[in-house]
């Protein structure tokens, strides 16, 4: 498919996965305001996976979080072409060699600033644990760590439990 126009590539090797997109994506949010200087009908571009797959609500939390306008972004189910790609090397770099450029707290605090709830729930400690549906990292004596924990004053929590603005207001609240 063909796609007339400017667009900032926000593309994921594995569209979907909640730790592609806050390595990958995320980390490259940086250059999306210079880009749009220059661009003016600048869009950012993501690929679903599949037609119809899903709704990106994370996704679309995420940028707007940043500041990328829901007008602004093009969420396409298939390989396209464009006239012009514009990218930004990620700030972040989750294999060999392993990579964090210290700027990428800009981003996160940007998006905190959108996310977080002064007034959302407070806990003063926090045990974050997944449930056994999670099949890969699986804890194996999850049962008896959370009752260590709860045992020493830990609200033990399950971040799915919870929308990522609530999520963002309990860990900046604790």
Request: with cysteine.
């Amino acid at each position: 498919d063909y796609l007339p126009g400017v667009y900032y590539d926000l593309d994921s090797s594995n569209s979907g996965h909640f730790g592609h997109l806050t390595t990958e994506v995320l980390s490259r949010f940086w250059g999306w305001d210079e880009a749009k200087k220059q661009y003016p009908d600048l869009k950012a571009l993501f690929r679903i996976r599949t037609p119809g797959e899903r709704d990106p609500k994370l996704e679309r939390t995420l940028f707007e979080a940043y500041g990328i306008a829901e007008q602004d972004i093009v969420w396409s189910p298939v390989p396209v072409q464009v006239d012009t790609l514009v990218a930004a090397t990620p700030m972040w770099h989750n294999q060999f060699p392993h990579y964090a450029d210290l700027e990428i707290r800009e981003t996160w605090a940007r998006m905190r600033d959108h996310l977080v709830d002064p007034e959302g729930p407070k806990y003063d400690r926090l045990f974050v644990s997944r449930r056994p549906s999670f099949a890969n990292r699986q804890c194996h004596n999850t049962p008896e760590l959370e009752q260590l924990f709860k045992a020493e004053g830990f609200t033990v929590i399950y971040p799915e439990d919870y929308s990522l603005a609530v999520q963002a207001s309990i860990f900046a609240n604790a």
